[in-house]
């Protein structure tokens, strides 16, 4: 695993769920999160070839089935292109999801981000939180999502 993946498997390891958006050919991190206990759906357009213990779901972000990412805590994406970056935000965004990816590199986010400097890139977190059509600037915080893995008996947003 190349130290950006490693470095990404540790940072998103506080969430519980997640759902990859465009997974392609990359499927390390997915593999490396859902081995650490977490429950992970990997998404792209085209039917793809994902690790033991991670779902796959073709899916389109731009026109999501919205049962894939209802339960997540957490959507990722590497290397996402420009035009995805809204999409991806909105959908977290009416799922109450964090939303946090890559670029292409030399690309810059076309959301309001918060960024993460890893070993070999950089991590953008998107800023904007709540309901779609919240206003802009607002502070809308959601509830802290990390817990126990496998704590069943704890409420979605109770802390551990």
């Known amino acids: 695993m190349n130290p950006l993946t490693r470095a990404l498997a540790a940072r998103l390891a506080e969430f519980d769920r997640l759902v990859e958006v465009g997974v392609g050919t990359r499927t390390g991190l997915a593999g490396a999160l859902a081995d650490t206990g977490a429950t992970v759906t990997a998404t792209d357009i085209r039917s793809c070839s994902v690790p033991d213990g991670v779902a796959f779901v073709r899916d389109d972000v731009t026109d999501p089935t919205l049962e894939t990412y209802a339960d997540a805590d957490a959507i990722y994406a590497r290397n996402l292109p420009p035009e995805l970056h809204r999409p991806a935000r909105d959908l977290a965004r009416e799922v109450d ?20 400097t890893l070993p ?11 309901p779609v059509g919240s206003r802009r600037g607002e502070n809308v915080r959601a509830p802290d999502r990390r817990g126990a893995r496998g704590d069943a008996g704890r409420g979605r947003g109770e802390r551990a």
């Open 97 to 116: 999801a964090s939303f946090l990816f890559t670029t292409l590199g030399g690309e810059f986010p076309t959301v309001p981000t918060a960024t993460e």
């Open 120 to 130: 070999g890139g950089t991590l953008f977190r998107a800023t904007e939180r709540g």
